[in-house]
């Protein structure tokens, strides 16, 4: 199927934050830019807008994306959120889930394909082992949310045929430049839109010693993990000064 108008809604994920590229609008390229330059090839008359925002909960992406998003007329759409939501302390993951159902729904009866994502498995260990259960409980209400309103889901969850550390930012909390590529891989296969980018290989990480690791998790906190603490005590986002890369349809070159 050829597609002449993508939409993509969401935060950081989707935004291509961990994927920088000073080409791009907000420097950043990621998997749905790389999709959609895929696409762009296919037909002379493409347009793709990019409304995501890193940061952004799920609620928001709905208040402030949905009807632009309508708006631009797409005739393919993805949509992913609540990643930013289940990371928080308190939770109601069945009143997010009735919210996402909802939105999706409304996105389905523009007659355009949409495109539904889980959260990845970030295993037992490590700073989200915590709210794995969480994170699973949540991708069973996407899971439920795609089955009812008929629409294409790439299941990160059982991405298992990469290893997950290698694919994220130094951050840990975003993909990198592999992982956004093997998203927009997972997304034009579900789509079923023939492409050319090859497959990700990934080098196994090399295995720390216990000095080299406890440094490594020091410089992480100090650098990433004590400012994101920091933003949550204080109301803040990362996306509180960011626009949408792409609010309107554009070329892509």
Same mark, same amino acid.
């Not at 950081?12 to 790389?34: I, K, M, Q, Y």
């Not at 952004?56 to 709905?62: A, E, S």
């Given at each position: 199927?050829?597609?002449?108008?993508?939409?993509?809604?969401?935060?950081?994920?989707?935004?291509?934050?961990?994927?920088?590229?000073?080409?791009?609008?907000?420097?950043?390229?990621?998997?749905?830019?790389?999709?959609?330059?895929?696409?762009?090839?296919?037909?002379?008359?493409?347009?793709?807008?990019?409304?995501?925002?890193?940061?952004?909960?799920?609620?928001?992406?709905?208040?402030?994306?949905?009807?632009? %998003? +309508?708006?631009? /007329?797409? @005739?393919?759409?993805?949509?992913?959120?609540?990643?930013?939501? !289940? &990371?928080?302390? #308190?939770?109601?993951?069945?009143?997010?889930?009735?919210?996402?159902?909802?939105?999706?729904?409304?996105?389905?009866?523009?007659?355009?394909?949409?495109?539904?994502?889980?959260?990845?498995?970030?295993?037992?260990?490590?700073?989200?082992?915590?709210?794995?259960?969480?994170?699973?409980?949540?991708?069973?209400?996407?899971?439920?949310?795609?089955?009812?309103?008929?629409?294409?889901?790439?299941?990160?969850?059982?991405?298992?045929?990469?290893?997950?550390?290698?694919?994220?930012?130094?951050?840990?909390?975003?993909?990198?430049?592999?992982?956004?590529?093997?998203?927009?891989?997972?997304?034009?296969? %579900? +789509?079923?839109? /023939?492409? @050319?980018?090859?497959?990700?290989?990934?080098?196994?990480?090399? !295995? &720390?010693?216990? #000095?080299?690791?406890?440094?490594?998790?020091?410089?992480?906190?100090?650098?990433?993990?004590?400012?994101?603490?920091?933003?949550?005590?204080?109301?803040?986002?990362?996306?509180?000064?960011?626009?949408?890369?792409?609010?309107?349809?554009?070329?892509?070159?």
């Amino acid at each position: 199927m050829t597609y002449h108008r993508f939409v993509a809604l969401g935060d950081s994920f989707t935004e291509g934050v961990g994927d920088p590229d000073p080409a791009h609008p907000n420097g950043l390229r990621g998997w749905a830019d790389r999709v959609a330059e895929v696409l762009a090839r296919q037909t002379d008359d493409f347009g793709y807008a990019n409304l995501a925002i890193r940061g952004r909960k799920l609620g928001p992406i709905v208040a402030e994306q949905l009807d632009p %998003a +309508i708006a631009l /007329e797409p @005739d393919l759409i993805t949509i992913h959120g609540g990643g930013n939501d !289940v &990371l928080r302390p #308190r939770v109601d993951i069945d009143a997010i889930a009735a919210t996402y159902d909802a939105a999706v729904a409304r996105l389905v009866a523009t007659g355009a394909r949409v495109v539904m994502f889980t959260v990845y498995d970030p295993g037992a260990g490590g700073i989200y082992g915590p709210v794995r259960g969480r994170m699973a409980i949540f991708n069973e209400w996407v899971r439920e949310i795609a089955d009812n309103n008929g629409v294409t889901l790439v299941d990160m969850w059982r991405m298992r045929d990469v290893e997950i550390a290698a694919a994220m930012d130094t951050d840990r909390m975003h993909l990198n430049a592999f992982g956004h590529t093997y998203i927009a891989r997972a997304v034009l296969e %579900a +789509i079923g839109v /023939e492409h @050319d980018i090859p497959p990700v290989e990934l080098d196994p990480l090399p !295995v &720390l010693g216990r #000095r080299e690791q406890w440094a490594a998790n020091a410089q992480w906190t100090r650098e990433f993990l004590v400012p994101w603490v920091h933003r949550r005590v204080t109301g803040r986002s990362s996306g509180d000064t960011v626009s949408a890369k792409r609010p309107g349809l554009s070329e892509v070159r």
